[in-house]
Structure formats: C-alpha cells, structure tokens
C-alpha cells in the first residue's frame, strides 16, 4: 500500500477560495449587526434626549452645587 503524497502546489490558492468570502460574509454580518442593533438605537436615545436638553438650566444647577471653579454660586 502506497501513502499518499500531500498536495503542496496551489494549496494556499485552494484555502483562499474557501476562506476569503468566509471571511467577507462573516464580516459585513458583524458590522451590519452593530450598526442595526448598538449604534442606531444609541443615535435615536441622544436625538431623544437632545430634544429636552436645556444647556442653560445644567449650568445653573452645576453652578448653584459648586462643580464649577471660574463662576461662584448664585
């Protein structure tokens, strides 16, 4: 019985048809899922919550509390 010889010519070529839309797939899937499912809802929270966001009012209570070393209390 004859062992078979190992095939060494065009191997990397063979493994790149296989691995390399794998990896493309497998890529575009895991990018597509952050986008749909981290950062479009995060957007849609900081919309919602810029919407109420008064600039002034957060500044009068950081000053009224002391958090602000340039401008004193009221």
């Not at 575009?28 to 479009?40: D, G, P, R």
């Not at 009224?64 to 340039?70: D, P």
């Amino acid at each position: 019985m004859a062992t078979v010889k190992p095939q060494l010519r065009g191997l990397l070529g063979k493994s790149m048809k296989i691995h390399l839309p794998l990896a493309i797939t497998v890529g575009l899937s895991a990018a597509l899922t952050w986008k749909y499912a981290v950062a479009e809802p995060r957007k849609k929270k900081y919309a919602e919550f810029y919407k109420t966001y008064d600039a002034d009012k957060a500044f009068r209570v950081m000053r009224n509390a002391g958090l602000l070393q340039s401008v004193g209390p009221e």
